[in-house]
C-alpha cells in the first residue's frame, strides 16, 4: 500500500469523478483507475462505485476514506514537527473564528503577526461559534475563537479578554438621552436581532427571561452590520458585543444603554484547541501574540465551567 495511492483515492471520493481527481493530482485518469484497482485488489474489497455520473464509497470505502484522513492528518503533524526541529519558525497556522473577532479584533493583529513572523502563513475562516467548534474537533482549523456562551467542555481554552454586552439605540431614541433603562421596559420596542447563530439568539434570550419579560422581535437579520444599520436608522434596538458597535459607539451613530433590572452582561472570548493536538511552533508562536495583545486581567476562567486550563504539549 503506498502513500500515493491512498492519496489519490481520498481525492477521487471528494471530487466524485476519476477525471477531476487526475487533474488535481497530474496524472492521467487511467493512472488514477489503475492505482484505486490495485488498491481494490490489495484490500480484496470493492471501494468505489458509480451511481449516474458520480464516484460513491462504498461501504468499505468509507471505512477506509476515514482512516485515510487520520493517516493524512498524523503525516502532517510529522511534517511540522519535523520542520520546526529544521527551520523554528515555518508553517501554518489555520484560525476559525466568530465574526466579531475576525472583522473587529483580529486584522490589526494579524497584521502585526505576519510582520514579526513573514515565514508563517496564517488562514482565516469566519463560521459561528458551533461551526468553529466542529472545526477545531475535525482538525479543520489548528486554533478556534469562540465567546463563552456556549460549551467548551471538549477544548483546551484560554481566557483572551472580556466583551460586555450591551443594548444600543439611536441617538435620537427616547432612552438615548437617559444612558440607562430596564430590560423589562426596553422588551416593548421593537428588537432587531442578530440571526442565523442558535447559540447567540439563545444567549439574547436568556437575557430576557431573567428580566422576566418577552422581546418583540421586529426584523432578524444574519448580518451585524445591516443590524448597526438598521438601529442607526431608528428601526428599533438590538444586543450586540460592546467590541462590535465600538466605532458607532464613539463616533456617536449609536448610544449604549446601562440596564437597571439585571446584572452587567458579559463573555469571555476564549481561544480554543484540541487536547491531544501537537501545538507547531507556528501554532505557539500565535498563540503567545494574541494572548499577549488581548489577554483578560480579570479572574481566570474556571476549567469546570468553560473548558480544560492551557497546557503546551512539548
Do not use: C
Request: charged share 25%.
Amino acid at each position: 500500500m503506498e502513500m500515493r495511492h491512498l492519496i489519490t483515492f481520498q481525492k477521487v471520493v471528494e471530487t466524485g469523478s476519476f477525471t477531476r481527481a487526475a487533474g488535481l493530482m497530474f496524472l492521467t485518469q487511467p493512472a488514477v483507475s489503475h492505482q484505486i484497482h490495485q488498491l481494490e485488489e490489495e484490500f480484496g474489497v470493492k471501494l468505489l462505485e458509480r451511481v449516474g455520473r458520480r464516484i460513491y464509497p462504498t461501504y468499505a470505502g468509507e471505512v477506509l476514506y476515514e482512516y485515510v484522513k487520520r493517516m493524512l492528518d498524523l503525516a502532517e503533524e510529522a511534517r511540522l514537527a519535523l520542520a520546526d526541529l529544521r527551520t523554528g519558525e515555518t508553517g501554518r497556522v489555520t484560525v476559525a473564528a466568530i465574526g466579531t473577532m475576525t472583522v473587529y479584533k483580529l486584522p490589526e493583529l494579524l497584521h502585526e503577526f505576519r510582520l514579526a513572523h513573514p515565514g508563517v502563513e496564517v488562514s482565516l475562516k469566519t463560521a459561528n461559534a458551533e461551526e468553529v467548534e466542529e472545526m477545531v474537533m475535525n482538525n479543520q482549523a489548528d486554533v478556534g475563537i469562540v465567546g463563552s456562551h456556549i460549551s467548551t467542555q471538549e477544548f483546551v481554552t484560554v481566557p483572551l479578554f472580556e466583551d460586555r454586552i450591551v443594548p444600543v439605540v439611536a441617538p435620537r431614541h427616547r432612552y438615548a438621552s437617559a444612558g440607562k433603562v430596564a430590560l423589562s421596559d426596553l422588551a416593548k420596542e421593537p428588537l432587531i436581532q442578530l440571526g442565523g447563530r442558535k447559540s447567540w439568539k439563545n444567549y439574547v434570550f436568556s437575557m430576557f427571561e431573567q428580566a422576566g419579560a418577552d422581546p418583540r422581535v421586529h426584523l432578524e437579520v444574519d448580518s451585524i452590520e445591516a443590524v448597526k444599520r438598521l438601529v442607526e436608522k431608528g428601526l428599533g434596538f438590538t444586543i450586540i458585543p460592546r467590541v462590535a458597535a465600538e466605532q458607532e459607539i464613539q463616533s456617536r451613530l449609536l448610544v449604549p444603554l446601562e440596564l437597571t433590572d439585571i446584572p452587567p452582561l458579559l463573555r469571555r472570548i476564549l481561544l480554543i484547541y484540541r487536547e491531544d493536538q501537537y501545538l507547531a511552533t507556528s501554532i505557539r508562536l500565535f498563540i503567545d501574540m494574541l494572548v499577549s495583545r488581548m489577554a483578560s486581567r480579570t479572574e481566570p476562567i474556571e476549567p469546570t465551567a468553560v473548558g480544560r486550563p492551557m497546557k503546551w504539549h512539548e
